[in-house]
């Protein structure tokens, strides 16, 4: 294949690559050797698999061998000796009737790279370089090389011919993170469920608080390196819109005289109550800090970022995820807010102070299910919303806070699911989230009603919707199922079977 071509096409999809990874993908001599002049360092090998198997007609055709013959599977981690580090993960394939006895007995029996071993047989050998090319990290992958999910993983496939015939044929994979020539910061942001504000009637002189859940999946990942301007690679146009605009003003207000490059590698979708506004705007905000060495808390990242206006859940999520419960505002003449709105309608207001955290338990369910029905509430349409609807009545701010303080806090505390999800059902018709509800398409209400009679525990709708949350102790299939079914004749819409993520944002600074 024509190495030096491919590896452009790569870049063009994934982007820059230094002169060690281009080495490494498109090198046609010992891999070992390579890495143990780049580290410095002896690499040694775990063996992971070892196992003779039956070809399978597409290993069979790249060995050039008869379907279901015998084959030795290895698949093995290349680490660095001092560190430990995972460098490669590679699986190979070798045909058993062409190894002499002394090359098996190595290959099955040794934790020795294949390059050792070919030379240790002084076996004359030429690699082919079959493919090379990049993609999401699986969750496995994620594991073996300590990285983010869906973060970009670099591979290639070669055979290794001897006598001309293929000996070997090897795939290996390594994370993009590693063999850098520059900086970069990457970040994971964590999705949040909004269960409902708190006070939206302002009698106590004090409004908004908002109770919120942190979720595992989905989640936001964002790569940063240094540039002379602000540009935005993948994602769509509102995350790419929402990034620069964000990182004029960041560094506008740090006065931070240089550029940077932001790659979306994975991202939620907007205005669909999982809190995508936040977090793209706190990750962005960070990545800036990090890659400047500008340390900054989470909310002081939000207020550069102007987030947290009415709702703290989101910066609470980013901080620490969990169980989140936020204070609210002052409100009144003179004081922090003087009129009912939302966050993005309330620049200048500072993030609301968490003043309840706690680990959501790890064995309760989660599922969210996405109808493809009209995006939920943002922008004017929703601050006529706040302005048209409130104060609401003092009488349900009040049951509000008896079910949050009596019921849902102490279920979670005391891992008491039945408690908890009396809690989250009657908040549902309730204050602020009642006129949210109010003003979905049929088919919410009815479909938070399905989740319930298929066996939630409790069932409610995240901020202004359109996705709903289901909550449960065992797996929630059979929630998932009848969602599946009554959203199919909707125009469909995703489920996602998660659970609460118990830690904020994770962030790693990668290169020199």
Sequence with gaps: MNIPLRLQQIEKEIGHLSPLQKILLGTDGSVTRLLEAITGKQVV???????????????????????????????????????????????????????????????????????????????????????????????????????????????????????????????????????????????????????????????????????????????????????????????????????????????????????????????????????????????????????????????????????????????????????????????GASMEKTLFSPSGASLGVRPAHVIVHHDFPADWNILLAIPNLPPGASGIQEQDIFSRNCPVPIEEVREICHELLMHMVPGIVEHDLDLFARAVNRVQDLGFKRVELGLQHRDIPALLQVMRDAGAACAGMSSFGPTLFAIGDSNLHQVNEAVIEYMGPLGGGTTILTRARNTGASVRCMGT
């Excluded at 800090?289 to 206006?309: F, N, Q, V």
């Design 45 to 331: 090998i775990t063996t992971r698999l070892q196992e003779i198997i039956s070809a399978t007609p597409a290993i069979a055709q790249k060995l050039a061998i008869p379907a279901g013959s015998c084959v030795n599977h290895r698949v093995v981690e290349i680490k660095n000796e001092g560190s430990g580090e995972v460098l490669i993960y590679a699986i190979s394939y070798a045909p058993i009737d062409r190894l002499s006895i002394e090359f098996r007995n190595d290959l099955i029996r040794a934790d020795i790279p294949i390059g050792k071993i070919i030379n240790q047989h002084q076996i004359e050998a030429r690699r082919e370089i079959l493919s090379a090319d990049a993609g999401p990290a699986s969750g496995e992958a994620a594991e073996i090389f300590r990285m983010f999910r869906n973060e970009p993983l670099l591979s290639r496939e070669y055979q290794i011919i001897h006598g001309g015939q293929p000996l070997i044929v090897i795939q290996e994979q390594f994370p993009y993170h590693t063999f850098l020539d520059e900086r970069r910061v990457i970040i994971e942001a964590p999705s949040r469920l909004h269960v409902g504000l708190i006070d939206m009637n302002g009698m106590s002189g004090r409004v908004d608080g908002g109770i919120g859940i942190a979720l595992e999946e989905p989640r936001l990942l964002l790569e940063a390196r240094f540039s002379n301007k602000i540009a935005v690679k993948g994602g769509d146009e509102w995350c790419r819109d929402t990034i620069h605009s964000v990182a004029r003003n960041v560094l506008d207000q740090l006065k931070i005289h240089g550029g940077i490059e932001f790659t979306i590698r994975d991202l939620f979708r907007q205005h669909a109550g999982l809190g995508s506004g936040t977090q793209v705007a706190l990750a962005t905000a960070r990545a800036i800090c990090e890659l400047y060495k500008r340390p900054h808390t989470p909310r002081e990242l939000a207020i550069l970022a102007g987030r947290g206006g009415t709702s703290g859940i989101g910066t609470g999520a980013f901080e620490s995820g969990g169980f989140l419960i936020d204070g609210g505002h002052n409100f």
